[in-house]
């Protein structure tokens, strides 16, 4: 009840075929014949949540690699409301996959996908969460798993989660887009299969936070919900979710897909700034956010088309001002992030206060990653802990000092 097709020509392929993109170079979609699918809505809220209650909008046949990921939290967040100075807000957490970020969405899809076509060994070039999560999900799978990693441009935390897990880690000199032209051409001229986001079943697995985000919030559609884009594959996936809800009768609305970038790292917002279809790929991407520091991403295409289909908007903040984000973020809700995932709520920030968001909007930020993914990043914007004697005069001394 499925088939892959090319955004760009509409040739289509069967879902037996190993394919990434279309013979023309355009990217690949997983179409469905909705008119075969039937939710029962309220079963569907009665269940557990994650992403294989969805399973009736996935492309998996057997059964699937998974260790419970999905039915992340969503946070009402009412003090960084107040702060930013908007009705309501709301806080999707996805560091709280098991690998720690969203990725994990994507993989048990993904990973499930390349053993249904027979594939015996998976690889991806990464920043960091797709090693960590392909690695942990490769395990599981007990198939072997190469990885790609710009040298030097990775948080440690995502590189140890993928060599605690086994994968054989190459550390390329070079940046993460020279890594992604490397292993796509190792794995068609290996028969290895590719776990990068231009596999179009990786995409699958992530659409599922708009689900949730539906179930969630009781069936009402959020005005809008703003994520980060590093390989700009979430934007897309996330408004499918929402969309395919819609097509399917359950909700009457999507919201406003908003995306931000660093300015260091940007190639989308400076493509939806001129109304343009595609990106001007960067070649030295730079910023603190390391899991985002891409200059061509490959789901450039669908994100823009999400984008300006939703009515939506694409912004670039500054390192300064998504490390306030972060600190707000964890001091007045309690929720850690890395730095990426903090973009989208220093990008809400800044078009409230241009005007271009409303006050009254409610909307839902997507934060991608755990706080502890990057805990380097944290020792070097947070104040140094205050060492003191091991005397009680010397510890209420320091505590009540200025």
Not at 217 to 228: H, K, S, T, Y
Not at 334 to 342: D, Y
Request: proline share 4%; aromatic share 4%.
């Amino acid at each position: 009840m499925y088939h892959l097709e090319c955004i760009e020509c509409d040739q289509k392929y069967t879902k037996s075929e190993v394919i990434y993109t279309c013979k023309c170079g355009g990217l690949l979609d997983v179409i469905y014949d909705y008119s075969a699918i039937e939710l029962d809505v309220e079963k569907l809220r009665t269940e557990a949540p994650s992403v294989w209650k969805y399973r009736a909008l996935l492309p998996i046949e057997a059964n699937p690699v998974t260790i419970h990921e999905g039915g992340t939290p969503l946070y009402r967040c009412d003090r960084l409301a107040d702060k930013i100075g908007i009705k309501e807000l709301y806080i999707k957490h996805e560091g709280l996959n098991p690998s720690g970020s969203f990725k994990d969405r994507g993989m048990t899809v993904g990973v499930s996908k390349g053993i249904e076509l027979g594939m015996k060994t998976l690889a991806c070039a990464s920043t960091g969460n797709t090693s960590a999560s392909l690695s942990t999900y490769g395990a599981k799978a007990g198939l072997p798993v190469i990885v790609l990693l710009p040298e030097g441009k990775v948080a440690l935390g995502k590189v140890a989660q993928a060599l605690i897990h086994g994968a054989k880690v190459l550390s390329i000199r070079g940046n993460f887009d020279e890594a992604v032209v490397l292993v796509r051409r190792l794995c068609d001229e290996e028969q290895i299969y590719l776990l990068n986001s231009i596999n179009p079943y990786r995409l699958e697995g992530q659409k599922t936070i708009g689900h949730e985000i539906i179930d969630q919030l009781g069936l009402n559609v959020p005005d809008r919900v703003i994520v980060p884009v590093g390989n700009a594959g979430n934007v897309a996936a996330i408004y499918k979710g929402f969309k395919e809800f819609m097509k399917l009768g359950i909700t009457q609305s999507v919201p406003k897909m908003t995306g931000i970038q660093t300015e260091g790292a940007c190639p989308v917002t400076k493509a939806f700034k001129k109304g343009a279809e595609d990106i001007i790929p960067e070649k030295n991407p730079e910023t603190i956010a390391t899991a985002i520091r891409i200059g061509n991403p490959v789901n450039a295409k669908k994100a823009l088309r999400a984008i300006y289909e939703s009515g939506g908007n694409s912004e670039a903040v500054s390192d300064e001002e998504l490390v306030q984000a972060q600190k707000d973020l964890a001091q007045l809700e309690g929720i850690g992030v890395e730095p990426a995932s903090a973009t989208s709520v220093a990008g809400l920030k800044k078009l409230v206060e241009a005007g271009i968001i409303g006050r009254d909007e409610t909307v839902v930020c997507v934060t991608t990653g755990h706080l502890l993914k990057d805990p380097e990043e944290v020792i070097n914007i947070s104040a140094e802990p205050i060492t003191v004697d091991a005397n009680i005069e010397a510890v209420r001394k320091a505590v009540f000092s200025k």
